[in-house]
T-cell receptor
Framework: SQQGEEDPQALSIQEGENATMNCSYK?????LQWYRQNSGRGLVHLIL?????REKHSGRLRVTLDTSKKSSSLLITASRAADTASYFC??????????FGQGTRLTINP | DSGVTQTPKHLITATGQRVTLRCSPR?????VYWYQQSLDQGLQFLIQ???????AKGNILERFSAQQFPDLHSELNLSSLELGDSALYFC?????????????FGSGTRLTVV
C-alpha cells in the first residue's frame, strides 16, 4: 500500500514558472524525502526533511513539512525544461524502508 | 552513474521461466533494497537486506526470493514468471547505521514477460 499521496497527479507549466507539488501521508514518520525520476530511469534523491524540521532549501528546491497535517510540499522555482520528470515523495518510518507515493508528472513547456 | 549497478538492463523471457536480477550497491553501503515499479501499482517495496541479513519484507510474492552475498551484492530471483510480473525492478542502497539518508538507486532492470 502507498503511504504518500501526491497532488496533483500531473502538472504542466511554462518554463520559468514555479511548480508546487504536494504530498500527504498517513502515519508517523522519521523523515520525508523527495525523488525525481526521468522517464524509465532510476530515481534520484533530491532532498530529505526530518520530522522535527519545517522547511528546507536546496538550490531551486524548497520543501516544507507539516507533521500536524501529515503533509509536505515541494516547490521548484524558476523551472527549466530539464525539470520535466516524475516527482515522488517517500516516507521513512521505523524500519528504515521508504514507502513511495504514486508521483506527480511534471512537464515544463518551453 | 549513481554508483549502484544493476544487470541486466533489459530482460525478455517467457511465462513460467526463472530469472535472476543482480545489484551491486554503492561502495560503503551495507543496505540493499529491491523495488518493483509498474504502471498500475507504482513503486512497491519488495525486500531489504543489511550486511547479508534480511531486515524487512514488503509486497514480495512467494515466487520471488532474494539474497545478499558477503561482498554485499544482491540478487533477486523471480520464478514461475507471469505476464503481470513485467515491470521495472530497481535496486537501491543506503549506508545503514546512518538513518535519515537518501537512497541511491540503480538504473533498473526492465523485465518483459511474454
Amino acid at each position: 500500500s502507498q503511504q504518500g499521496e501526491e497532488d496533483p497527479q500531473a502538472l504542466s507549466i511554462q518554463e520559468g514558472e514555479n511548480a508546487t507539488m504536494n504530498c500527504s501521508y498517513k502515519t508517523s514518520i522519521n523523515n520525508l524525502q523527495w525523488y525525481r525520476q526521468n522517464s524509465g530511469r532510476g530515481l534520484v534523491h533530491l532532498i530529505l526533511i526530518r520530522s522535527n524540521e519545517r522547511e528546507k532549501h536546496s538550490g531551486r528546491l524548497r520543501v516544507t513539512l507539516d507533521t500536524s497535517k501529515k503533509s509536505s510540499s515541494l516547490l521548484i522555482t524558476a523551472s527549466r525544461a530539464a525539470d520535466t520528470a516524475s516527482y515522488f515523495c517517500a516516507t521513512e518510518q521505523g524500519a528504515q524502508k521508504l514507502v513511495f507515493g504514486q508521483g506527480t508528472r511534471l512537464t515544463i513547456n518551453p | 552513474d549513481s554508483g549502484v549497478t544493476q544487470t541486466p538492463k533489459h530482460l525478455i523471457t517467457a511465462t513460467g521461466q526463472r530469472v535472476t536480477l543482480r545489484c551491486s550497491p554503492r561502495s560503503g553501503d551495507l543496505s540493499v533494497y529491491w523495488y518493483q515499479q509498474s504502471l498500475d501499482q507504482g513503486l512497491q517495496f519488495l525486500i531489504q537486506y543489511y550486511n547479508g541479513e534480511e531486515r524487512a519484507k514488503g509486497n514480495i510474492l512467494e515466487r520471488f526470493s532474494a539474497q545478499q552475498f558477503p561482498d554485499l551484492h544482491s540478487e533477486l530471483n523471480l520464478s514461475s514468471l507471469e505476464l503481470g510480473d513485467s515491470a521495472l525492478y530497481f535496486c537501491a542502497s543506503s549506508p545503514r547505521g546512518r538513518e535519515g539518508y537518501g537512497y541511491t538507486f540503480g538504473s533498473g532492470t526492465r523485465l518483459t514477460v511474454v
